[in-house]
């Protein structure tokens, strides 16, 4: 009788310690796969802020007739000045593809200024002037400094009113006028874990892109 005690008190320390190790095991490959998983969303939407922010831009740009920068209360914005005749294929307030308003006696194509569209960062209110990662497009018809009601809000925000574009970094512009090109860098510095997420140490993970335009030029 004292044997197979001895066999049920053994038998039941090793399922103790058999589970232990395997509940221990789980926990730290649910912690493994959670903070990955974590660290791979973050990821990707700063990468698919970063490709709609270009997007924008390079459409921007390559439609326009003048291209510059201007300080928002010492914050660099994007202005790109798009011709007067242009057509809205999707119907979001912005031309998307330009059109020359007539041809002058070499044949050459002529342009009227009108759409001034700024690019900026500001808070999640779009305040131009504010602090903040978020980016915005505003669009007037003049050289003044756009306000929170020249928003293009089918680009700006999602329809729950959250903003759409968010960079976790820096974005800065290099215009040369003498070629008529934009250059455009975005750079992240976000961080995550050492040794696959279960190290206290941490280490930048950082996205550096760079992107090029020309603009058409104005005559």
């Known amino acids: 009788m004292s044997t197979r005690r001895g066999s049920t008190l053994i038998e039941m320390t090793l399922a103790l310690v058999l589970t232990a190790l395997i509940v221990g095991t789980a926990s730290t490959l649910y912690s493994f796969v959670a903070i990955r998983t974590a660290d791979a969303v973050s990821r990707f939407s700063t990468l698919q802020s970063s490709t709609t922010l ?21 914050k ?19 031309q998307d593809y330009t059109q020359p308003d007539a041809t002058d006696k070499m044949l050459r194509e002529t342009y009227s200024r009108n759409q001034r569209v700024w690019f900026y960062s500001a808070d999640a209110l779009g305040l131009p002037g504010s602090t903040g990662s978020f980016w915005f497009m505003a669009i007037r018809t003049d050289d003044t400094t756009p306000t929170v009601s020249d928003i293009n809000r089918d680009w700006s925000f999602w329809q729950a009113g959250q903003p759409r574009v968010s960079i976790p970094g820096t ?20 961080s995550e874990p050492e040794d696959g997420g279960l190290a206290t140490s941490r280490r930048p993970a950082r996205l550096d892109l760079n992107h090029r335009f ?5 005559m």
């Open 76 to 94: 660099t914005a994007l202005v790109c000045t798009l011709p007067k005749e242009g057509i809205d294929r999707d119907a979001d307030g912005f």
């Open 171 to 190: 974005v800065t512009f290099t215009v040369v006028t003498s070629s008529q090109l934009v250059r455009v860098r975005l750079q992240t510095a976000t």
């Open 214 to 218: 020309h603009w058409r030029g104005a």
């Open 54 to 74: 270009v997007s924008a831009m390079r459409v921007a740009c390559m439609g326009a007739v003048r291209v510059e920068t201007k300080s928002i209360s010492g």
